[in-house]
């Protein structure tokens, strides 16, 4: 599968600013540090995200990046097409003139990776940004949540003594 890393750090650039420009931009910077993806990359991936019409940027002072549509209107094959990331899992690329076997033939599994790269397409095109962002803003509400009285009954062990 040729998912390579510029397709997932795009999402992942896209994840956090979503979750984080709450009506303003975000720094390329901060979304650096909160990831770990260097600021030249991500300033890379952010300049074919905004030409694809995904991210406006604002300069200046206080400048940065913020969505130009709706989580909810991005598809996450959207970002990837949008960073030139193309999902292919066959060795050819899908290219007919090569072919797996570069004899214009091609391997005898090629329709069985084929169809797993159509079924990984048709899967990152079922989520929309803004479902990630919902999924996230749940898992950290959970990992904050305090135990309930519940909970706390169901914790507690104890020990008999024979």
Known sequence: MKLTTKGRYAVTAMLDLALNQRGGVV???????????SVAYLEQLFGRLRRYGLVESVRGPGGGYRLAIPD???????????????????????????CCKGDGQ??????????????IVEFLGGITLGELVAKQLYKESMLNAPIRMADRTSMRTTHKTA
């Open 27 to 37: 720094t390329v910077a901060d979304i650096s540090q909160r990831q770990q993806i």
């Open 72 to 98: 909810s209107e991005i598809p996450l094959t959207q970002i990837v097409q949008a960073v030139n990331e193309s999902i292919t899992t066959t060795h050819c690329g899908g290219d007919p003139q090569q």
């Open 106 to 119: 091609q391997c005898l599994t090629h329709d069985l990776w084929e169809e797993l790269g159509d079924r």
